[in-house]
């Protein structure tokens, strides 16, 4: 095909677009920390690097010419062609200042020009290029630092408010911004979730997301915000975090697949008791009646914990799973005082559909394969009561009373190859604390497995339990003493959720 | 009453399924018996585990050409998640043969989710089904499976999406077949349970 021909094909909008990126110097791909060209690191031709991540031709890709950026002028037009020529579509952006430029790279095949510098410095220009491509093809950059605009390269502030900026685009017709949160990009710890939902608020362009995405949780959580047109990833896919195709097939099943939450029940002579960092307890109720009113208030998922079989040197009271298991009509998840394959086969057969281990694998992970060979992977969940200490997250087994020296996502990694068909990750600081998920903790296992995480420790708000799913990528999210102490509901936490756009399932008082 | 016949497989969790159908207001039987199953007004038929190990299990029992007759004889069935596999001809999990009262191959999910997928998912109902009568198109039901039925269209009842788009729900005549787990999909999944007692 040549560059014209895919230059006036017309532009596809999807839904929401992963839009794998790249940055050009010298013909070659690389990739700047926080903008400065003194880091830049080689990752190879744009062909090796795109056919490295097995994007398929008609992929639209993001590409920045930064050279370009500086000079003011196009210089990467060969390496754009060769990849319009191939059958890619590309955005290019960097230093396109004048018609000309655009006309340029229009003229190499390019489908997007990436407006930054100009919509400010050059507002005719800006109106004219507009004229030239039409709005479909143009993308406005906003730099943003700290909720101010930055631009050009990232090395001269802008004293324009966002706002202001926001609403001059529109009113030149833009449709498009490419928003880029330069103290997230290329650093990994997370996009800005807080502010593309505050963008949503204050304008009505369609926005693509730009800097931070780490984990496959990231693009999950980006996919179901309304405001976004799509993603721009680049270092998660140099860095193999996780494969164009995983990141896509997430994309899809962003909004399908629920989030659960999962009240749990702590066992201790047969009642349902909490304390604080697995300690103090004192009584919170009956197993049945608790299981039965979340279920009602729709739980997806009870979990149920044998807290002193493991300390007392016990298999886990049967007789709570069967009872719980026998008056409720969703998935029953039970833990405490599994040792060996025996302990495991029982706990299924009282009625739990999934149970939990935790000190036995410590002490010898190939109970994980034994019992995911025998019974499922499905129904094999890692327990893992994780303690932030000095050189990071450490396991501790024997409910919270024996220190390892296993490094808690390193764990959770093997368990997932020893057989585990999901993690219950849970943090002993945050435990009944109600302060909050330890999201630090959830992104560092959650960016290591692909199994799911249920998040456990911390529950307080409403709005940790959308961090924990949004920011720390946990599938499921577990809470005991809030719905015990009747805080929050099941419901009031789904409505929540509901309401901040993430997908739940409603419960049955709410049908 | 609304009677059941159970098919009572070692190969499957049994106990919540029957306590499920019986939420319902049905009168469950648990029977392996072929001459059983050949006279049952309504036939469930569950199944965990492998296609192969349960089909060779119907076979070996002599309940696979039972079933077969005693859907002929108009008979209602409902398998629920391997048990809904087994109404096709074949699978990719093992060389046994389905009981072919469907036409269709059962597969494996290929691509970059976790396999097998766990937890809820939203099915979005299509042709009307009796099964889901008075349930929301889009509702949540909860699966656990690596496998799924590749049905002719027009027995396509429900449909979900993981690797793509996938059947996940199917209707031809009196044969219906769950991929997900109604006794374990709350009030949405007793609704099915309902549905398939009373209405066929």
Same mark, same amino acid.
């Given at each position: 095909m040549s560059a014209i021909d895919a230059a006036m094909r017309p532009v596809v909008r999807e839904k929401f677009a992963f839009i794998p990126a790249i940055d050009l110097l010298e013909g070659k791909v690389v990739r700047l920390e926080r903008g400065e060209f003194a880091s830049a690191r080689s990752y190879g031709t744009p062909d090796e690097v795109v056919a490295g991540w097995d994007v398929p031709l008609g992929t639209r890709i993001h590409v920045v010419d930064l050279e370009a950026s500086r000079q003011g002028r196009p210089v990467e037009r060969t390496a754009i062609e060769q990849l319009v020529e191939r059958g890619y579509r590309v955005q290019i952006g960097g230093g396109i200042r004048t018609p000309d430029d655009a006309r340029a790279w229009l003229r190499s095949g390019a489908e997007r020009l990436v407006l930054g510098t100009l919509a400010a410095e050059n507002p005719e220009a800006f109106r004219r290029i507009l004229e030239i491509a039409g709005p479909a093809r143009i993308i406005a950059a906003v730099d943003l630092l700290d909720g101010a605009v930055r631009i050009s390269g990232w090395e001269k502030p802008s004293t324009r408010r966002v706002e202001e900026v926001f609403a001059d685009l529109e009113i030149m017709g833009v449709q498009t911004a490419l928003v880029t949160d330069i103290r997230k990009d290329g650093v990994l710890k997370g996009p800005s979730f807080d502010l593309y939902r505050e963008l949503a608020d204050r304008t009505s362009l369609r926005i693509i997301a730009s800097g931070g995405a780490a984990t496959l949780g990231d693009v999950s959580s980006l996919a179901r915000m309304d405001s976004l047109a799509g993603v721009v990833v680049g270092k998660a896919l140099h860095e193999r975090r996780f494969t164009f195709q995983e990141a896509v097939a997430r994309v899809r099943t962003a909004r399908a697949i629920p989030e659960r939450i999962i009240p749990c029940l702590d066992i201790r002579g047969g009642r349902v008791v909490k304390g604080v960092k697995f300690e103090g307890l004192r009584d919170a109720g009956d197993p049945v009646e608790c299981a039965k009113r979340y279920e009602l208030e729709g739980a997806d998922e009870i979990a149920v914990l044998d807290i002193s079989a493991t300390t007392e040197e016990r298999a886990s009271s049967l007789d709570v799973i069967r009872r719980i298991g026998e008056s409720i009509f969703i998935p029953l998840t039970a833990g405490g005082g599994v040792r060996n394959v025996e302990?495991?086969?029982?706990?299924?057969?009282?009625?739990?559909?999934r149970v939990a281990i935790n000190t036995a694998a410590v002490l010898d992970s190939a109970i994980l394969t034994e019992c995911a060979e025998q019974f499922g992977i499905q129904s094999v969940v890692l327990a893992c009561d994780a303690r932030r200490e000095i050189g990071g997250y450490k396991v501790v087994a024997r409910a919270?009373?024996?220190?390892?020296?296993?490094?808690?996502?390193?764990?959770?990694?093997?368990?997932?190859?020893?057989?585990?068909?999901?993690?219950?990750?849970?943090?002993?600081?945050?435990?009944?604390?109600?302060?909050?998920?330890?999201?630090?903790?959830?992104?560092?296992?959650?960016?290591?497995?692909?199994?799911?995480?249920?998040?456990?420790?911390?529950?307080?708000?409403?709005?940790?339990?959308?961090?924990?799913?949004?920011?720390?990528?946990?599938?499921?999210?577990?809470a005991a003493s809030l719905f015990h102490d009747r805080i929050m509901s099941v419901g009031e936490v789904k409505k929540y959720l509901a309401a901040q756009g993430l997908p739940v399932r409603a419960g049955a008082e709410n049908e | 009453m609304k009677n059941v016949l159970l098919i009572d497989s070692p190969l499957a969790n049994i106990a919540n399924i029957r306590r499920a159908l019986e939420a319902g207001g049905a009168s469950v039987e648990l029977s392996s018996d072929p001459a059983g199953v050949a006279g049952a007004e309504r036939l469930v038929l569950p199944g965990v585990g492998r296609f192969d190990a349960a089909m060779s299990w119907l076979a070996g029992s002599g309940l696979d050409a039972a079933i077969r007759s005693?859907? $002929?004889?108009?008979?209602?069935? #409902? @398998?629920?998640?391997? /048990?809904?596999?087994?109404? +096709?001809?074949? &699978?990719? $999990?093992?060389?046994?043969?389905? #009981? @072919?009262?469907?036409? /269709?191959?059962?597969?494996? +999910?290929?691509? &970059?989710?976790?396999v097998p997928q766990i937890g809820w998912n939203r099915v979005a109902m299509t042709g009307g089904s009796p099964l889901f009568e008075g349930v929301e198109d889009g509702t949540p039901f909860y699966f656990v499976h690596s496998y799924a039925a590749e049905a002719?269209?027009?027995?396509?009842?429900?449909?979900?999406?993981?690797?793509?788009?996938?059947?996940?729900?199917?209707?031809?005549?009196?044969v219906y077949g769950v991929q997900f787990h109604p006794e374990k999909s709350s009030a949405a999944g007793l609704k099915v349970l309902r549905n398939f007692v009373e209405a066929a």
């Open positions: 302990d495991f086969r029982a706990m299924l057969r009282a009625g739990a559909d919270g009373q024996s220190g390892t020296d296993l490094d808690a996502a390193a764990w959770c990694a093997e368990a997932e190859r020893r057989g585990a068909g999901e993690i219950l990750l849970t943090s002993i600081d945050r435990d009944g604390t109600q302060e909050g998920y330890d999201l630090d903790l959830l992104r560092e296992v959650t960016a290591r497995v692909r199994i799911g995480v249920i998040a456990s420790g911390g529950a307080g708000r409403l709005e940790h339990f959308r961090e924990a799913i949004e920011t720390g990528g946990a599938k499921a999210v577990l | 005693a859907v $002929e004889a108009g008979t209602a069935l #409902l @398998g629920i998640c391997v /048990g809904h596999q087994l109404l +096709f001809d074949s &699978s990719e $999990e093992g060389d046994v043969r389905g #009981l @072919g009262l469907l036409r /269709g191959r059962v597969r494996r +999910f290929r691509g &970059s989710l976790p002719e269209p027009e027995d396509t009842v429900g449909t979900s999406e993981y690797e793509g788009t996938y059947v996940s729900a199917v209707g031809r005549g009196r």
